[in-house]
C-alpha cells in the first residue's frame, strides 16, 4: 500500500513570496491533516479535513496561510505572503477515520530567508 | 487545554541498559495517550497507544492518571531504538493529536 505522498520535499524562499505545498494521501482516508513543526518542537496542528470539509482550523493563521481538499482527496497548503517565523517542516498525515491511526508523509522542509 | 511535556530534550544510554523517556500531560477529562517514533531518514509513526496495552519492539507504557504520565519503558536498549520519539495526548473531545516536544533517544554501543 502507498504512504501519504507530499510535494516538494524542500523549498527555500524568501520572505513575503508565496508557496504551496501538496499531499496526496493513502487511498480511501477520509480524514486529512496538516502539520507544522518548527525546528525543536513537536508537530502542531494547522487543519484537519475530513472528506472535502473543514474539522478543525482554529490553529491555522489564517490571515498568511489556507489550506483546501476539494475533491475530498489531495490537498493543497498555501502560504501567502511568506514569513521568517514560517520555517518548518510541513508534515500531512491521513487516517480512515477521524479516531484511527495516522499515517504521516515525509514532509516538506520550508526555509524562508 | 491540553497540554504535553516531555522534560528531556536528548537522554543517552548505553546498550542493554534499561530506557524510560518520561512524558506528563495536562487535562481535565480522560485522553488517549500515544507514543510516535521517527527513526533517522524514516516518518514519523505509531510505536504504541495506551488503550492497546500491547508491547511493541519491547517498549511498554502505563498510563498513570493521578501522576498525568505515561513514560515510555524499555528493559534493555538495543542500538536501533535511537530515534525521536513524541509523545502525543487526543482528547476524546477535540479529536485532535497534541504532541509533546520530542526526546532524542542515543543507544551508545
Known amino acids: 500500500e502507498a504512504g501519504v505522498a507530499q510535494s516538494p520535499r524542500y523549498k527555500i524562499i524568501e520572505k513575503r513570496q508565496s508557496v504551496a505545498f501538496w499531499c496526496n494521501p493513502i487511498?480511501?482516508?477520509?480524514?486529512l491533516y496538516w502539520y507544522q513543526q518548527i525546528l525543536g518542537q513537536g508537530p502542531k496542528l494547522l487543519i484537519q479535513?475530513?472528506?472535502?470539509?473543514?474539522?478543525?482550523d482554529s490553529q491555522l493563521p489564517k490571515d498568511r496561510f489556507s489550506a483546501e481538499r476539494l475533491k475530498g482527496v489531495d490537498s493543497t497548503l498555501k502560504i501567502q505572503p511568506a514569513k521568517l517565523e514560517d520555517s518548518a517542516v510541513y508534515l500531512c498525515?491521513?487516517?480512515?477515520?477521524?479516531?484511527?491511526?495516522?499515517?504521516f508523509g515525509p514532509g516538506t522542509r520550508l526555509t524562508v530567508l | 487545554a491540553q497540554r504535553v511535556t516531555q522534560p528531556e530534550k536528548l537522554l543517552s544510554v548505553f546498550k542493554g541498559a534499561p530506557v524510560e523517556l518520561k512524558c506528563n500531560y495536562s487535562?481535565?477529562?480522560?485522553?488517549?495517550l500515544f507514543w510516535y517514533v521517527q527513526y533517522s531518514r524514516q516518518r514519523l509513526q505509531l510505536l504504541l497507544r495506551?488503550?492497546s496495552r500491547e508491547s511493541i519492539k519491547g517498549f511498554t507504557a502505563d498510563l498513570n492518571k493521578g501522576e498525568t504520565s505515561f513514560h515510555l519503558k524499555k528493559p534493555f536498549a538495543q542500538e536501533e531504538d535511537s530515534a525521536m520519539y513524541y509523545c502525543?495526548?487526543?482528547?476524546?473531545?477535540?479529536?485532535?493529536?497534541?504532541f509533546g516536544q520530542g526526546t532524542r533517544l542515543t543507544i551508545n554501543p
Open positions: 495506551h488503550i
Open positions: 498525515a491521513s487516517s480512515l477515520y477521524r479516531n484511527n491511526e495516522q499515517f
Open positions: 487511498s480511501g482516508h477520509a480524514t
Open positions: 479535513f475530513q472528506n472535502n470539509g473543514v474539522v478543525d
Open positions: 487535562y481535565s477529562g480522560s485522553p488517549e
Open positions: 502525543a495526548l487526543r482528547a476524546l473531545s477535540a479529536q485532535k493529536l497534541v
